[in-house]
């Protein structure tokens, strides 16, 4: 990935502000196009991934990444839970979706290219939020041109809504099926007014409304917000509310101007309440190597005006400074929970389907933010995978540099998938710290890292 390839000079320029930065959130792939979910205390963020090798000069996307995080500072990596592979009609393109709970099952919907040509959405369902997911239905729900980027909605009646669209926008009423929607109802052209969703000084179909793509639909108090990229390229973020779920809709403003700093040409709207806060997600080309075709998924917290209507939304390197709770850190955590990283990337074991920290060279780093020890700890375990000696993890609170309370050797384990608890003493270590997992050895990769705990005896 990009942190392995970058040079000392990226890493140089990143280097003043890495500590504190919190954006982009995912830095061991582009990810592209947030789609937050929350369901049982837990945000899933689904992100469309853009690989790091582009084809063609073009939109290179093969599968669909899921994260999660109980405190929106530190987000586990779950893997591709999905390509677009799994519609067996599909022969790419694996663009902007959403997920949804409903009746015990979690639907997504996509949208991808046929292998006969043209737009189409298709609906993937599973039993759990990190998948894996299949075809619902065995074909597309919806085809025609420019049918992309569904978001959905289920409104206090019980009724699901879906949007999608570019350069225009359409709706239809979900059954409760969520496979299917009204035919009676039928497909739903909406009327692109300026007065609906803003002006733009080029036309675009014959209109000047602002709207490009990306719609995300929401409801706050009694008001519906449709938010979207808008204003052709390089889009902005802009929003319209409604009294009613279908519109007629009234133009709100710009939320997000073009990002002109690490920014990309598109940008992708994705909202959500948790624990009380807003935040807006949405995504950059901040990553060393970044651009409009290697994005990167960013969050900001934000409050509505007292009026309902949302703020200027400022684009910056800090994001979510304030936690939304402590991890405890003596439950078992998965080394693919990250706060930021310098170098490291992730996989899937081969043998267990899990997700594993892997391509740890020496002087890289893991920082895990907001971790409360309480009364105190003394010891340290890691669940590790090596072919040979050398390698260490040393534990510094606060920074890179910062105080250091142990290092955990790490022996040999007989295979890089074969894991083997290590253990550590440490000073004695309490209250609310950062985390920092910094890597020590020779030369080349180190060894594989799966999960850690602190114990207190």
């Known amino acids: 990935m990009w942190n392995k390839f970058a040079g000392i000079v990226a890493i140089m320029v990143l280097l003043p502000f890495a500590s504190n930065a919190q954006n982009p959130i995912i830095q061991t792939n582009y990810t592209a196009d947030p789609a937050p979910m929350v369901h049982n ?46 519609f067996e009609w599909s022969r790419g393109d694996a663009w902007a979706g959403q997920c949804i709970p409903r009746n015990g099952k979690f639907y997504y919907y996509l949208p991808v290219n046929m292998k006969n040509g043209g737009n189409a959405i298709g609906v993937a369902v599973s039993d759990s939020p990190t998948g894996p997911f299949k075809d619902a239905i065995g074909k597309p729900l919806l085809i025609g041109y420019g049918y992309i980027d569904p978001t959905v909605f289920i409104d206090n009646d019980g009724q699901a809504y879906l949007y999608w669209g570019n350069p225009n926008l359409w709706h239809v009423k979900l059954n ?40 995300w639909l929401f409801k706050r108090n009694s008001l519906y917000y449709l938010l979207y990229p808008a204003g052709g390229v390089p889009e902005h973020l802009a929003y319209s509310t409604a009294k009613s779920v279908t519109g007629p809709w009234t133009y709100g403003d710009t939320i997000m101007h073009v990002i002109k700093e690490r920014g990309a040409f598109t940008n992708h709207p994705g909202y959500i309440e948790f624990k009380g806060k807003s935040y807006l997600f949405y995504h950059n080309a901040a990553l060393s190597g970044g651009g409009g075709f290697k994005r990167s998924v960013c969050i900001e917290p934000f409050q509505f005006n007292a009026d309902g209507s949302i703020p200027l939304i400022a684009a910056t390197r800090q994001g979510v400074v304030e936690s939304a709770s402590n991890l405890n850190p003596f439950n078992k955590v998965e080394a693919e929970t990250i706060g930021w990283e310098e170098g490291v990337e992730t996989a899937r074991d081969s ?26 700890a003394k010891k340290f375990e890691a669940a590790t995978a090596a072919i040979s000696d050398g390698g260490s993890i040393e534990i510094h609170l606060d920074s890179s540099t910062g105080t250091l309370i142990g290092t955990c050797d790490v022996k040999q384990t007989g295979g890089m998938l074969k894991w083997v608890v290590q253990s550590c003493k440490t000073q004695k270590v309490s209250g609310l710290h950062d985390v920092y997992f910094v890597f020590k050895g020779g030369g080349g990769n180190l060894f594989n890292f799966d999960w850690w705990k602190f114990t207190n005896n």
């Open 41 to 86: 205390g837990t945000v899933y963020l689904y992100t469309s991934h853009d690989e790091d090798v582009t084809v063609k000069n073009f939109f290179t996307m093969n599968d669909w990444r899921c994260y999660s995080s109980t405190d929106m500072v530190n987000w586990t990596d779950h893997g591709a839970v999905l390509s677009y592979k799994v």
């Open 351 to 376: 043998i267990t389907g899990g997700i594993f920290v892997t391509d740890i060279n020496k002087g890289d780093y893991i920082k895990v933010r907001s971790v409360d020890f309480g009364k105190g």
């Open 176 to 215: 409760k099926d969520m496979i299917s929607y009204d035919q009676e109802y039928g497909i739903v052209k909406e009327d692109l007014k300026d007065e609906n969703f803003g002006y733009r000084a080029k036309k675009i179909d014959n209109r000047t409304a602002s709207y490009e793509e990306g719609p």
